[in-house]
């Protein structure tokens, strides 16, 4: 697969690798053949060798000595590992020194896009997720929490060992600040030679100190600790305004490894993370699991693309209140999850209740229905579309259980101006109703074919001119501010004038 835009300024060429397993001291070499990026270096020899072995005539090719030896100078722990890549502007084999990121950061860090990173398992960033006392910030040992920063710059490329469980963990009171731009997107992938597997590496995980619904939040507060997403230590707080940093511009693909029978990794999950937490242009591609999973917290996103990821796409839990806007969401051809899962157990001490404007929605055929929603959850969906990869899918929504079921008419489900291109717009634990249409909690539904376009917008008529959805359409939860005054329906402006997902996203993964 061909990657559009990896780096800024000078060219990153291609996909580099790292070797699981080894020591501090040793050598790792593998070999990456990928000419499926090219670029004008003009610090770069045009020799035609390959298979030269270390050969390094290739100068300005990921040879940035001062570059790397500051990276392992500032991040306590690390160390060099020498890899073999094939230089694709030339066709040579390349020597060239990546660092290694070590099992646990407590100090800031910025990782430079002149240097290649690799996981080889598990990096925990801070420590919050250690047992928190009744004060966010103060651990139940009575020592404070470390608020560490990762700074990720534009460009970069974070490799995890393939077939490892190694992943990125953020944990309560740290930071992610991954700032990429459309042009250098920043990468993280499994360390072969392209970007079509899955189950290859973990995936990130990001802590905040937001609202769970497993935590009590009685007037005197007492200490929230969840037990986090793929074995992460604890998670939780008290406050839903928490940062946990920056995601702009950032690709994750290939993750998902299955660390226990059943049980894998989400491309990104959002553990109790705050609103103040800024997500855009993000995509996850060909994660064996979820996509992104919410568990509680408020954080928003916008511009997701969500690409072949073989359980759920979407999925939240646990009292999710956040907000998305501009979401593609295409489920994998391999499976047959649903472009939602959602529920908001944990407790019903408060639902989940997540507010999503202008999505996309496109079943692969396999599943029944789209919309999986279950065990009392909430959820408001509008200017949407749900539809099939081949056209008109069986069902759109299936609302699960007693308390779901209670929500399509007590106004805690709400569809509004939605093109339904599916046989049946709602089931109820399996069997057909209209128990939303009826209550007036689903308004404004299209039941007519989504026709999308190669840019995966409507051509419906029904898919512009639109009302904008106003205060009065969210929920209570939602955030005004947020959204986009939009009067078109679906992620992409019928009109050709925001083609957002082009230009950084992985080439061939839509």
């Not at 073999?84 to 860090?109: C, F, K, R």
């Not at 001490?349 to 692969?364: V, Y």
Request: hydrophobic residues 40%; charged residues 15%; negative net charge.
């Amino acid at each position: 697969m061909e990657l559009k835009k990896l780096v800024l300024a000078t060219a990153v060429f291609g996909a580099l690798g790292g070797l699981y397993g080894c020591s501090g001291d040793e050598k790792a070499i593998i070999t990456i053949d990928d000419n499926s990026v090219t670029t004008d270096n003009s610090t770069t020899t045009t020799t035609t060798t390959t298979n030269t072995g270390t050969d390094t005539a290739n100068a300005g090719f990921y040879d940035d000595e001062a570059a790397i030896a500051a990276s392992i100078a500032a991040i306590p722990n690390s160390f060099e590992k020498t890899v073999s890549i094939i230089n694709p502007a030339t066709g040579d084999e390349v020597a060239v020194t990546a660092v290694q990121l070590p099992s646990s950061i407590v100090v800031d860090v910025t990782l430079d896009a002149d240097v290649l990173y690799y996981m080889a398992d598990r990096v925990t960033v801070g420590n919050g997720n250690e047992s928190m006392s009744d004060t966010d910030g103060t651990l139940a040992d009575s020592s404070a929490v470390l608020n560490v920063t990762m700074t990720i710059e534009a460009g970069t490329r974070v490799l995890a060992a393939k077939s490892t469980f190694a992943n990125l963990l953020i944990t309560r009171g740290s930071k992610i600040m991954a700032e990429g731009t459309a042009d250098a997107p920043i990468i993280f992938s499994s360390d072969d030679t392209d970007f079509d597997g899955s189950s290859e590496w973990g995936g990130l995980i990001i802590h905040g100190y937001g609202l769970h619904n497993e935590c009590a939040y009685p007037a005197t507060p007492t200490a929230c600790n969840i037990d986090a997403e793929g074995e992460s230590g604890f998670s939780g707080g008290h406050d839903n305004t928490d940062s946990s940093g920056v995601l702009k511009y950032v690709v994750l693909a290939e993750g998902g490894y299955e660390f226990a029978p059943g049980d894998e990794i989400n491309g990104i999950s959002l553990v109790a993370v705050g609103s103040g937490t800024e997500m855009d242009y993000i995509q996850v591609h060909n994660n064996s699991d979820d996509g992104i999973e919410f568990f509680g917290g408020a954080v928003s996103a916008k511009h997701l693309v969500l690409t072949g990821n073989q359980d759920d796409t979407l999925d939240w839990d646990e009292g999710y209140v956040g907000n998305l806007q501009y979401v593609l969401a295409i489920q994998s051809a391999a499976t047959n999850g649903n472009t939602i899962e959602a529920d908001t157990f944990g407790s019903a001490d408060f639902l989940s209740e997540p507010t999503i404007m202008n999505a996309t929605f496109i079943g692969n055929g396999s599943q029944t229905y789209l919309h999986r929603l279950k065990e009392g959850t909430g959820a408001y969906i509008h200017s949407s579309i749900m539809t099939g990869a081949s056209g008109t899918i069986d069902t759109c929504i299936d609302m699960q259980g007693a308390d779901a079921i209670a929500n399509a008419s007590n106004g805690s489900i709400i569809y509004n101006q939605i093109i339904a291109d599916c046989t049946t717009f709602e089931e109820a634990d399996g069997v057909a109703t209209t128990a939303l249409v009826d209550s007036g909690q689903a308004t404004a539904i299209s039941s007519v074919a989504a026709s999308l376009d190669s840019n995966y917008a409507s051509t419906a008529a029904e898919a512009t001119g639109v009302s904008a959805v106003t205060a009065s359409d969210y929920s209570s939860v939602a955030n005004d501010a947020f959204f986009d005054a939009t009067t078109f329906i679906g992620a992409v402006n019928p009109d050709g004038s925001d083609l957002w997902f082009q230009g950084w996203i992985l080439d061939g993964s839509l």
